[in-house]
């Protein structure tokens, strides 16, 4: 069974301002850069057998910085498209649409939580029948919580209890023979 590792890229302006960014592809900040760097000591490049990353520059550079400069580019890793809300806020959302989450409402002219949910589980499907011990994924902040919850075989409307920082390192794998989050915002 495959441990799988998450990382979500380093801050961009972006992240740092809560503003939703999925094809725009923005690099990371200075502050970006030094929490991908932190990475490196704590991830070996040879303990995995298959590294993925998103498409976007944040993901990328963030792997790289980690130490991880030849990441496999697996376009189902890229962040949730959110349409007509790409730049825009939380707050800047509700007040066109009051009762809107990312988790359970329409994105006018983006991906649906359905949609999401059927590309993150091609990677799930790909990490579960790879063989390797250990897979690593650099990827986003929502796009990755949708990612563990099909892991783990709970439904993405409680994505919102599961924030995930810039920079960080969390790990799915298996309690037994059950799907497990083992571990959260390193």
Known sequence: MTDLYLV?????????????TSITDLDLTENGREQAESLRPRL??????????????????????????????????????YGQFEGLSSVEIRAQVPSWRIWTSHIPGGEQSD?????LSR???????????????????HALRVLAL??????????GAFPLKTGSLSVLGYEKESSAILQWNL
Do not use: M
Request: no cysteine.
């Open 150 to 159: 099909t892991w783990v075989g709970v439904s993405i409307a409680h994505g």
């Open 115 to 119: 949609e999401v949910v059927e590309r």
């Open 44 to 81: 070996n490049p040879d303990d995995f057998g298959l590294v993925l990353s998103s498409p976007r520059k944040r993901a990328l550079r963030t792997a790289e910085l980690a130490g991880f400069p030849d990441p496999v580019i697996d376009d189902d890793l890229a962040e949730w498209y």
């Open 123 to 141: 990677v799930v499907n790909r990490v579960r029948f790879s063989g390797v011990e250990r897979a690593i994924v650099f990827g986003h902040g």
């Open 8 to 20: 979500r890229h380093g801050e961009t302006e972006w992240s740092r301002n809560g503003r939703h």
